[in-house]
């Protein structure tokens, strides 16, 4: 029996922590959170005291039963959660739900799971710290209750099964309304002069005007004054310059970095960087300090010193911006700055790499430059008043650059490079010049990770929200990823070369919105119903104000339930209002009228999503309705590009005596010939598809889908999927993955594929219960199935099947076995009823409303 039990809320966490602790210490999860408002109820006492009715989750009270027989034979119980609010409120949950004695439980915190770190925590324990809690508390109490309250709103007004959020709702707005930005913004041309230099020894650099011609014709003129002109270099600075490093990571600055350079969602930064605490490997990921411990400072210094010199060292101290960011001790870094690397997942040594460096290169020397600003002078028989400009910079020491550069969003940044030995008074040679058009770029939409810093700079949400935002709004399909890889559009340039000027007309792709967020219909018109009547609650600066209430609490300033009270006040009534007597919002645009029926055509969200409609419901016929591709939107969508969607399907004849037709569908357009369907290339327009090019596509499909071996007297076929390309035999579709050529694949390459996935279902496959029908496997994040028949539960990843038995297993299949509902039989004397207690109900609402 340990004396001691630990308590982390995570496995991996108890797994690393364990190894540092003797016999006398038992480390156990929580498996995060052990308790939580209701999933079916508000929970919350708005009548009262704003008190949270917490419950113990059904696939928490096997470990809660757990937790409870460690803690009655330990002498001594460590909750050790992590050291933020989150983790303040699993303690104090912990301490509740086990009725845990106040004598003899202690609570630790660490910012990093090392054997020194975990010594220290147990050699200081403290409290629950009560006002974290209420901090986290009131967060989580403010958004149930704006959840609570709008979304309900929202599938009355809008449509079934949307929902709001403080943080979500207001990130959803930011990205609507760059969008109309984009949309709104009018691009505007001017031309753009850039020339190359050469020395007399043949040295060569590149310069250009510092201000932009309006109209062609003002750059025609330029290009024609340098017919027959000398160069020279008129003007020539050269001054020291130095570059310091960036601060070590915070939360938001690693998903920033992280997504530049190693393209990684916030979700993808987040969950590797968990890893990598829990293997205690980096101290903690969730954070809004920039500051480094004395001894992380020390580390850095002996390792920086060891590795590149004393020169290369200089211990800095840095000071962050964001309030309430005390809560945190330290920048995110590794545990020990000897590890210049780790062996783990290669996502994970990546990400390891990023913030190794970025923490090491804080602590280094400043790089030392030396910039170069040059004036070329135009010698001209016509008056030239402009010059030619020419910055660069040379490295005369790379301190800290040695290891590291922070990235950056802006895509026109350009780097300076290095100009030749010149003295004043030179004579250049010109290699050529150029005028080119350019136009005005709009607003840049929004990527996760400059959708993080936007938020962050406006004070919306702390770190450990933006993830779960991101993620929520996107699965919530309020926005998207972009797919659209932009338009052609031309431009004009103009060339002085060999003292004769010629014009030329290239391309350029503009528009692409690839890897951007995008608003969906849906988004946009959520966002404008919810701007229309809770303009309040979408505030950018209600919603950082509400952030700072929460810092508030946190440092014991405010009450919790004072806040709740004076936001509950405003609130509820507003929502009431809103409820009784906004109109229903659908997004609708008019876009003209049909010429043939002479009726309104408009789009509008319908119940299966966005769609066309030509007449209305007071029309004589009944309206028609055309469904959108999923590449158009409401607000965007031409008269022209609805009235086409009415043309399809379009039947092209038959092929082998089946049918053909081209259509749009809900993952885009395809061609169908009898029961089979083939999707269309990207970028190809249904409309455009005759009968040849359709029997083409079919073809291929077929070539496509004939077997390419045959294994155990089956057919092996391949193919492309949603998941990349497999092959499939037997039923099972088996994933290809990048080490084969999925071109050609060998024999070996075949019977390797399937034989591989053989075993892997074998292996998955933990009890087996043929006579039943019933088997236990292991599925996804490390849960596991119990199926039968086309019944499948899932379980928490918190049980344990090793030891399950069939009678187990049935138990749980009968228990969440789905509910027959009963055959309702409508007779006059039901109806008869139903109608008598509808009126009861309303007179006995009556007179409670009187009673008011």
Not at 213 to 229: H, M, R, V, W
Not at 554 to 564: I, L, T
Not at 733 to 758: A, C, P, Q, R
């Amino acid at each position: 029996m340990s004396k001691n039990l630990v308590i982390v809320e995570s496995p991996a966490k108890a797994k690393t922590i364990e190894k540092f602790l003797g016999k006398d210490y038992k480390v156990a999860s929580s498996f995060g959170h052990i308790a939580d408002l209701p999933s079916k109820e508000l929970g919350v006492d708005v009548e009262g005291d704003f008190m949270p009715k917490y419950q113990v989750s059904k696939d928490k009270k096997d470990v809660v039963k757990k937790l409870k027989e460690l803690a009655k034979k330990a002498d001594v119980v460590w909750l050790a959660s992590d050291e933020d609010r989150e983790g303040e409120a699993i303690a104090w949950h912990l301490a509740e739900t086990l009725k845990l004695d106040k004598e003899k439980t202690k609570r630790i915190v660490f910012h990093e799971i090392t054997k020194s770190a975990i010594q220290k925590a147990i050699a200081n324990p403290r409290s629950i710290d009560y006002n974290l809690v209420d901090a986290q508390q009131a967060r989580r109490v403010l958004d149930r209750i704006v959840g609570y309250e709008l979304s309900p709103v929202l599938w009355r007004k809008v449509k079934g099964g949307l929902s709001a959020g403080r943080v979500q709702s207001v990130s959803v707005r930011l990205i609507v309304e760059r969008e109309r930005e984009i949309q709104e913004f009018n691009s505007t041309a001017s031309y753009r002069v850039d020339a190359e230099f050469t020395t007399y020894d043949g040295r060569s650099f590149k310069a250009k005007l510092p201000k932009n011609f309006d109209s062609e014709e003002e750059a025609l003129q330029f290009l024609k004054n340098n017919i027959g002109a000398t160069y020279n270099v008129s003007d020539l600075q050269k001054k020291p310059a130095k570059k310091s490093p960036a601060a070590p990571f915070t939360t938001s600055t690693l998903q920033q970095e992280a997504a530049r350079k190693l393209g990684y969602s916030v979700s993808r930064t987040m969950s590797n960087a968990q890893r990598l605490y829990e293997a205690g490997l980096i101290t903690y990921m969730r954070t809004d300090s920039v500051n480094l411990s004395d001894e992380a400072k020390k580390g850095a210094e002996n390792e920086i010193v060891s590795a590149y010199g004393a020169e290369y060292s200089k211990p800095r101290n840095y000071k962050g911006k964001t309030k309430g960011a005390q809560e945190a001790h330290e920048a995110i870094r590794p545990t020990d700055f000897s590890n210049h690397t780790v062996s783990v997942e290669r996502d994970q040594v990546r990400l390891y790499d990023l913030i190794w460096k970025r923490a090491i290169a804080s602590q280094m020397s400043d790089a030392k430059l030396e910039r170069t600003n040059l004036k070329v002078e135009i010698n001209s028989s016509k008056p030239v008043s402009e010059q030619f400009t020419a910055n660069g910079e040379i490295i005369t020491f790379e301190g800290f650059l040695k290891v590291y550069l922070e990235g950056t969003d802006d895509e026109d940044t350009e780097q300076e490079g290095i100009l030749p030995d010149l003295k004043i008074g030179e004579e250049l040679q010109n290699k050529y010049i150029t005028a080119t058009q350019r136009f005005a770029r709009p607003p840049a939409r929004f990527t996760e990770a400059s959708l993080v810093k936007q938020l962050e700079e406006l004070g919306i949400g702390r770190p450990s929200t933006y993830a779960p935002t991101i993620s929520t709004i996107q699965n919530r399909n309020y926005i998207e990823k972009g797919t659209n890889e932009g338009d052609e559009r031309a431009y004009k340039q103009l060339v002085f070369e060999g003292q004769e000027i010629k014009d030329k007309t290239l391309s350029e792709k503009v528009g692409s919105n690839k890897g951007k967020l995008v608003p969906t219909d849906i988004g946009i018109i959520v966002t404008d119903f919810l701007v229309n009547h809770f303009g309040s609650i979408l505030d950018y600066n209600f919603t950082a104000k509400v952030e700072d209430r929460f810092d508030d609490i946190a440092e014991g300033k405010e009450d919790w339930r004072v806040m709740m009270k004076d936001f509950y006040k405003g609130f509820h009534p507003q929502v009431e209002d809103v409820q009784e007597n906004a109109e229903r919002e659908s997004g609708e645009r008019i876009l003209g009228v049909d010429p043939k029926s002479g009726r309104q055509v408009s789009v509008r969200l319908g119940k299966f999503g966005p769609m066309v409609q030509v007449g209305t419901v007071d029309d004589e016929d009944k309206p028609k309705f055309a469904s959108l591709s999923p590449d158009q939107q409401l607000n965007s969508i031409t008269f022209e590009e609805a009235m086409d969607l009415f043309k399809l399907p379009k039947a092209l004849g038959h092929y082998n005596e089946e049918e053909v037709e081209v259509n749009n569908g809900r993952f885009g357009p395809y061609v169908r010939y009898g029961d089979k369907f083939v999707s269309l290339p990207k970028g190809v327009d249904p409309l455009s598809v005759e009968y040849d090019e359709a029997v083409i596509y079919i073809k291929e499909k077929e070539k496509a889908d004939a077997p390419i071996y045959m294994y155990k007297d089956l057919e092996v076929t391949k193919g492309k999927g949603r998941f990349g390309p497999f092959i499939k035999w037997n039923g099972m579709f088996i994933n290809v993955n990048k080490k084969y050529d999925w071109d050609n694949l060998s024999e070996e390459d075949i019977i390797t594929l399937i034989e591989e996935k053989i075993q892997k279902e074998i292996d998955k496959v933990i009890h087996n219960w043929e006579d039943e029908g019933i088997r236990v496997e292991k599925a996804r994040w490390g849960r596991h199935n119990i199926i039968k028949g086309k019944q499948k539960v899932e379980l928490a990843k918190t049980v344990d099947v090793t030891e399950m038995t069939l009678e187990d297993a049935k138990e749980i299949l009968e228990k969440n076995a789905p509910k027959k509902k009963a055959t309702k039989k409508k007779t006059a004397t039901k109806s008869a009823t139903k109608k008598t207690a509808t009126k009861k109900t309303a007179v006995k609402k009556k007179t409670t409303t009187k009673k008011k």
